[in-house]
């Protein structure tokens, strides 16, 4: 059995308007509500700790979700500061070696057969494994003044989604590492490169998107819409 930790303490800034993301409704739950569901829906998910904002307002106060243990602890101000608290706030039955999944409180479409892949491909790799989806547009590296510089090439290129499976211990590690070294690491996987290590990739659907703009939820909402 697996434990998550959901960051759920950013601002959502670039959002815009008063709401952090994570609050936003659609069918009638809240994102965060549709991200705990998509995660906790798999048998081998054993309970989540949310990581949220101080002073966050909004949570809902639940201590079970799905008939799941749900635990929560105050984030930090970088991403990996609140992954980082999470993984402290994780129960003592989550031994030090044992994989932790992380996923982002504002990408609510994961699908359970990529949930599926991850646990069953990541458990068996000595390092672990993250879901991502191979890049598809053509890349192009601006320069100052807004130009073309080139065309990077993009084989081999891959968007880095979650969730993200690595050992406790083994990623506290190595996000405190970066964190020393005032590295601002944007996902999981970035701090465990930086130890040399490499985590295997596990394509998972496109539609396992962040919610960052107005128009990304219009999609959620058009998706859900679809299902049912
Ligand atoms: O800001 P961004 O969209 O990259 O955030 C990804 C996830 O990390 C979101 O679920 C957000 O709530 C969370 N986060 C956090 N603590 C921060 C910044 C972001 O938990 N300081």
New binding site residues.
Partial sequence: MTWAV???????S?FGGDM???YLTVAGRTLLAHTLQALLAHPNVEGAVV?L?DGDLHWSGWSSFEGKPLLTCI?????A???LAGLAALPDSVRMDDFVLVH????PNLQLADLDQLLERGRNDPVGAILASPVRDTLKRAGDDGGIDRTEPRERLWRALTPQLFRRLQLTRALEGARDAGVNV?DESMAMERQGLRPLLVEGAEDNF?I?TPADLARFEFILSQRS
């Avoid at 959901?6 to 959502?12: D, I």
């Avoid at 982002?104 to 990408?107: E, F, K, P, T, V």
């Fill in positions: 959901v960051p759920a303490a950013g601002s959502g670039r952090p993301k994570q990581v904002a984030g930090g101000q970088a991403r500061d609140s992954v982002d409180a504002a990408r944007t962040k960052t």
